[in-house]
Structures are given as structure tokens and as C-alpha cells.
């Protein structure tokens, strides 16, 4: 079988990236699997049954990146389109599955359903500003849904969210995880004078509420004056963040390490892994701390409630809390015993899921092929 993968994810370009790996796996299970891309230089790359290909765009929709879509269509017998998202590649995927008459698959990777997906906060906590994009891909999401052959999704959470809104005008979502690579060795973080390291990591958007942190970090500073937070990852929100931390206080306590490579083998070196986001589609970082053997606290997002439980295996709590933040922290520095517990239940909770998922690219292969969305036995 002949796919057309419309992605955003630009790491795919890296050989030795977790994009590409996956992308490549997918291509051996499925046949021939073609990558369409928005890059700053446009290329085709022949690697056997992975084909990538990169359009130079300043928009996504711009119509040289629809006009390649239809020349791989053309040019290669393409049997399906599969989007990555529901949004810009969903309506790119859409306009060119209905216009070749063939089938679209849709991954919806993102909670957008959560009310925190257009929402900024809440009363206790620091207001963060929502993309103006987001309400507009609400109306997106409900054009491309229903034309949809089959729709991906990575948690129980997700699918539920779609059933009650869209009912039978759409497929039945089938929940199918992301892959998860092997551990990586332990990385050491850069010279730091903190006895408790914290660690967060993401894309630092809006949606990740690394603010929440920040405060959280702020109320205890003073009592823990050895804890000190690294954060991983770039993005939109690091300038304010770099300037809510210097107005916390917070400067000599919070190192901002940008994007890494590394960031798993990272999470090996850190005391605790704190998520705070408002939402999440899956938690793929969340399994990463959990098989990296450290505690977590989290938000009740993706998979919490799912894969991890409140209280046996992370510290949840409802996004926007930074008290509870706080005070999961204080809990996690003065009990080495809870530590050790959460992260040992965490990660036999993450193997488990991993090991029922199954193997991801042939289950991915089969729910394309299959034609009747029909998710395929794990």
C-alpha cells in the first residue's frame, strides 16, 4: 500500500531522531510511505519504502504545498492520505483526499475538546495567553471530523471527548499510542549548586503552563533553598518565562536549557519530573519519567487516570493549581520513601502499556489498510 503522510514534524529530517524512527517503522509496515513536509529548503529523499519530501513555504497552505501533495498522488499511485493533525494538515489532507477520491485518515493528537484549550486560566492561578488559532481550530476540527475514513487517537480520553460531541457524524476514533524508543544512559545536567533538581520538558507554549511551576517553585523557595527546577525545550513562551522567573525571584533557581537531543537521558539525573499542562492528547513524557525511574507530578491530563493512577503511581492534581503543585513537591522533597514507591509503580504501570500496545507501526498499517476503520487486535 501506497500513504501520503501530511506532517508537520520537522524532526522527521533527522536520521537520528524519534520522528524518523517512527516514520521509518511505519513505511516498512505499511509498503511505501510517502512524508510531506514544510521545510526551509525543498528536497526529495528516496530511503527505500520512506519516502520524505519538503516543499519551501511560508504558509502551510500555501498552494505549492497542495500542488506537490497532488503530484505524489499522481506520480506514485498514492492509495490513502493520513494527516497528522486535524487542523491545518487535517484541511490540507481533507481538500486532497476528496479531490483524488481517496480515503483520509486523520490522527487527533491533541485534547483540543479540554475547556483549557481555549481557556487562559483560572482564579489561582497566573493568566497565560491562548493562541487567537486555537477557537479558529475548533471550527476546523468540526469540517474535517466527518469526512474522515478513520481517525486516530492516543488516549481513551480523547476518543470519549469526540464520541460525546460528534456522535455518529464521525468514524469510531481508534486509540492507538505512540511509539516508545528504548531508555537512554543517564545525561548529567549542566553545573548546578541545587541538592533537589526538578525538571520539566516540552514545548514551552502556552498550553504546557511551565508558569504554574514557576509559582509553585516561588512559594517554597524559601523553605527548600537547595531545590532548584531545570526547564527543557523552546518555544513561543520562554522570553515571558525567563522574565516571570527573574520577577519570582527565581532567577539563580531556574536554568532554562532550550532544546536538547537529550532530554530523556536527562530526566535520569532529576529528583522529580513535574508536568503542568492543561492538556495533553497522550503523555509521551510522562512514560519517558516513568521508564527513566523517577517520580512524577502531573496534571490529570492524556493518560493519567488511564495508564497512571493518582496516588499509586504520579501525584495528580487539576491544572491551574499551583498550591497543589506546591505542596506535592514539599510532599515529594521531605519523603524519599514516597519517591521511591511512585517511581517504582510508575514504571511497571508504563511497561504494561507499552507491552499491551503492541506493535505500534503494524497496528497503525493495518487500521489504514483495513478501508472500515476497524482497529486491528493488539
Known amino acids: 500500500m501506497k500513504v501520503l503522510l501530511i506532517s508537520s514534524d520537522i524532526s522527521i529530517l533527522d536520521q537520528g531522531s524519534s520522528g524518523h524512527t517512527n516514520v521509518r517503522d511505519n513505511a516498512l509496515a505499511i509498503g511505501e510511505l510517502h512524508v510531506l513536509l514544510a521545510a526551509p529548503v525543498s528536497e526529495d529523499r528516496d530511503e527505500g519504502s520512506l519516502r520524505i519530501h519538503t516543499v519551501k513555504t511560508g504558509g502551510f497552505l ?11 498522488v499522481a506520480e506514485h499511485g498514492i492509495d490513502a492520505v493520513w494527516t497528522q493533525d486535524v487542523f491545518e494538515r487535517g484541511t490540507l489532507g481533507a481538500r486532497v483526499a476528496k479531490k483524488e477520491a481517496l480515503p483520509l485518515y486523520v490522527n487527533v493528537d491533541t485534547d483540543f475538546l479540554s475547556p483549557w484549550y481555549s481557556m487562559t486560566g483560572m482564579f489561582r492561578s497566573t493568566q497565560v495567553r491562548v493562541p487567537r ?3 479558529k481550530r475548533l471550527r476546523i476540527a468540526d469540517k474535517v471530523l466527518p469526512q474522515a475514513t478513520g481517525i486516530r487517537v492516543m488516549s481513551e480520553r480523547v ?10 457524524s464521525i468514524p469510531e476514533p481508534v486509540v492507538i499510542p505512540v511509539a516508545i524508543a528504548h ?3 543517564a545525561v548529567e545536567f549542566p553545573p548546578h549548586p541545587f541538592t533537589f533538581r526538578l525538571m520539566v520538558a516540552g514545548r514551552l507554549d502556552a498550553s504546557r503552563r511551565v508558569v504554574d511551576v514557576l509559582d509553585a517553585l516561588a512559594r517554597i523557595k524559601d523553605r527548600y533553598p537547595g531545590t532548584g527546577l531545570f526547564v527543557v525545550g523552546d518555544g513561543p513562551e520562554r522570553e515571558s518565562l525567563e522574565r516571570h522567573a527573574k520577577r519570582l525571584r527565581l532567577k539563580d533557581r531556574v536554568i532554562f536549557l532550550g532544546d536538547r537531543r537529550d532530554t530523556w537521558g536527562l530526566m535520569r539525573s532529576a529528583h522529580v519530573f513535574v508536568q503542568a499542562s492543561a492538556y495533553e492528547g497522550y503523555g509521551r513524557r510522562l512514560l519517558q519519567a516513568a521508564l527513566a525511574r523517577i517520580p512524577i507530578i502531573t ?28 505542596t506535592h513537591i514539599m510532599g515529594l522533597i521531605e519523603d524519599g ?11 511497571a504501570a508504563a511497561k504494561r502499556h507499552i507491552q499491551a500496545a503492541g506493535d505500534i507501526a503494524e497496528r497503525i498499517a493495518a487500521f489504514i489498510q483495513s478501508g472500515d476503520n476497524t482497529a486491528p487486535s493488539k
Request: charged share 25%.
Open 159 to 168: 476518543k470519549e471527548s469526540l464520541l460525546k460531541k460528534y456522535g455518529d
Open 62 to 72: 500555501k498552494p505549492s504545498l497542495l500542488a506537490k501533495a497532488h503530484v505524489l
Open 299 to 326: 496534571t490529570d491530563v492524556g493518560i493519567v487516570g488511564e495508564v497512571f493512577k493518582g496516588y499509586d503511581d504520579v501525584l495528580a492534581m487539576p491544572p491551574g493549581d499551583p498550591a497543589a503543585l506546591a
Open 337 to 347: 520513601q514516597a519517591r521511591q514507591l511512585l517511581a517504582m509503580n510508575a514504571e
Open 133 to 135: 488559532v486555537n477557537r
Open 183 to 185: 531508555i537512554p544512559e
